[in-house]
T-cell receptor
Framework: AQSVTQLGSHVSVSEGALVLLRCNYS??????LFWYVQYPNQGLQLLLK??????LVKGINGFEAEFKKSETSFHLTKPSAHMSDAAEYFC????????????FGTGTKLQVIP | DAGVIQSPRHEVTEMGQEVTLRCKLI?????LFWYRQTMMRGLELLIY????????DSGMPEDRFSAKMPNASFSTLKIQPSEPRDSAVYFC???????????FGNGTRLTVT
């Protein structure tokens, strides 16, 4: 079984401040991990993904995430928030082997304050 | 590449009517997912196809919902009869290979009155 927990359904940061969106997962086998972003009236778009190899993953728009197996976490960060980062962010997990169902977290809405 | 294309973008219908949502996959992709998104329940996986075959339909709410994939590039999700609680945004997403990300369409916003 696999699950994803995103802490904080809403996060507000000031423009230029650090963005930190938290994601913890549960998986009985090594997972693939993803962050997606959803802008209003659009589908989800991939920000970044971790499959194997380097645990610090860089994505689009200056975002990055670090896979920490010991903490079962995959938090998303960006050093300096931009107004255009305001959106909803989803963490997702996919386990290896068999039917690879993708499980999404409940999402975190990021508000960027000017 | 035009991406995953969903139609219609918006659908308003009355309770009891049949609703058909459509999805065109990205060429070459062999897996398709239908999701439903609501404020209360977030993103729910309804059904997953691989190579046109339904692999997991455990998320389909009830018999009123049915999904087909008549060919490798197209899928439909039908609700008959529709109910107000079916109001949601319905997304389809396609995938090209094992560890590739999902490519989402822009969704169909369904309102059942």
């Amino acid at each position: 079984a696999q699950s994803v927990t995103q802490l904080g359904s809403h996060v507000s940061v000031s423009e230029g401040a650090l963005v930190l969106l938290r994601c913890n997962y549960s998986s009985s086998v090594p997972p693939y991990l993803f962050w997606y972003v959803q802008y209003p009236n659009q589908g989800l778009q991939l920000l970044l993904k971790y499959t194997t190899g380097a645990t610090l993953v860089k994505g689009i728009n200056g975002f990055e995430a670090e896979f920490k197996k010991s903490e079962t976490s995959f938090h998303l960060t960006k050093p300096s928030a931009h107004m255009s980062d305001a959106a909803e962010y989803f963490c997702a997990v996919r386990t290896l082997g068999g039917y690879q169902k993708v499980t999404f977290g409940t999402g975190t809405k990021l508000q960027v304050i000017p | 590449d035009a991406g995953v294309i969903q139609s219609p973008r918006h659908e308003v219908t009355e309770m009891g009517q049949e609703v058909t949502l459509r999805c065109k996959l990205i060429s070459g992709h062999n897996s398709l997912f239908w999701y439903r998104q609501t404020m209360m329940r977030g993103l729910e996986l309804l059904i997953y196809f691989n190579n046109n075959v339904p692999i997991d339909d455990s998320g389909m709410p009830e018999d009123r919902f049915s999904a087909k994939m008549p060919n490798a590039s197209f899928s439909t999700l039908k609700i008959q009869p529709s109910e107000p609680r079916d109001s949601a945004v319905y997304f389809c997403a396609s995938e090209g290979s094992y560890n590739s990300p999902l490519h989402f369409g822009n969704g169909t916003r369904l309102t059942v009155t």
